[in-house]
């Protein structure tokens, strides 16, 4: 049974602890396996906040990841990745995995974060779709659409980001048609592509939702198309390594699915959930 999560945060992005820190809090967890997933840098008028890494650091996080990989090999396996940023510039490899991500958009010459905080996001509604939500949901998921595209990635993470600040409707109604087109429509053009979609807990460690990505109505329309999931925590501090993988699994067996991804040194494969 291999047990591991491959959205991981560090220093070098927007995370609190080094990659060894990291790798010590998976051994903790009982991980048999990790991998690294360092934000892709972003323009500085993009990421005035220093979330992703800088150009710079790229390759200083290759050279830490791989020398963590030999001082614990045969211990936990660990394996170099990125998420990669529409919005970024293709960073190039070689990459173990990508994870393929939107943050943010583009409206009326300006770019905004869609998960960066709940006041920016009522802002951003207010501002530049005329206060209509659900017009910010179509453009996020029309963007979205394209990320496999545009980032060459394995994995889709966190489809639905823009519910961050969405679990009580405070926003939009989720269910409402219109909302399910857009996610919906979203979906049909990334399926049938052998991808793999995360099931992400991340903002429930950081105390933003109790539930994770993707919303049950997805997960089920992922499963009846075959598409292929996998769990992760988006982890971004070295005790969330694993966090609420057992809810997670439970969601995802309870929208059909009976098996995960989980990367090998062969690449993915399924393992029972």
């Keep these: 049974m291999i047990l591991q999560n491959l959205h991981t945060h560090t220093r070098y992005g927007d995370g609190k602890n080094t990659p ?4 010590l809090g998976a051994i903790r967890a009982g991980c048999t396996a990790l991998g690294f997933s360092e934000h892709s840098p972003l323009p500085p008028t993009l990421d005035p906040d ?12 290759r050279s830490e990841v791989l020398t963590l990989r030999d001082k614990y090999a045969g211990v936990l396996s660990l394996y170099l990745g990125l998420e990669q940023d529409m919005d970024s510039s293709l ?5 173990d995995y ?3 991500s939107v943050h943010g958009l583009h409206a ?5 974060s869609v998960d960066n905080s709940a006041a920016v996001f009522r802002e951003t509604i207010r501002q530049h779709f005329g206060g209509d939500p659900l017009a910010l949901a179509e453009a996020y998921y029309r963007k979205l659409s394209r990320v496999a595209e545009a980032t060459g990635c394995e994995i889709v993470g966190h489809f639905d980001l823009l519910t961050k600040f969405n679990e009580d409707g405070s926003f939009f109604d989720e269910s409402s048609p219109r909302y399910q087109k857009a996610a919906l429509d979203a979906l049909d053009a990334l399926s049938g592509k052998g991808l793999i979609f995360e099931i992400n807990t991340g903002a429930i460690s950081r105390g933003y939702r109790t ?7 997805l997960l089920r329309e992922l499963c009846r198309r075959g598409e292929a999931i996998c769990i ?15 809810q997670a699994t439970e969601l995802a067996r309870s929208c059909g699915f009976t098996e995960s991804m989980v990367l090998t040194e062969k690449g993915f494969i399924p393992q029972p959930l």
Excluded: K, Q
Aim: glycine share 8%; net charge negative; aromatic share 18%.
């Design 20 to 23: 060894e820190e990291m790798v």
């Design 108 to 112: 009326n010459g300006c770019y905004f």
């Design 232 to 246: 992760t925590s988006d982890s971004h501090s070295a005790d969330t390594i694993l966090y609420a993988f057992a």
């Design 211 to 217: 539930t994770p990505y993707p919303a049950p109505f």
């Design 91 to 95: 960073t190039e490899g070689p990459w």
């Design 98 to 100: 990508r994870i393929g």
């Design 50 to 61: 220093g979330w992703t890494m800088v150009e710079p650091d790229v390759e200083r996080y």
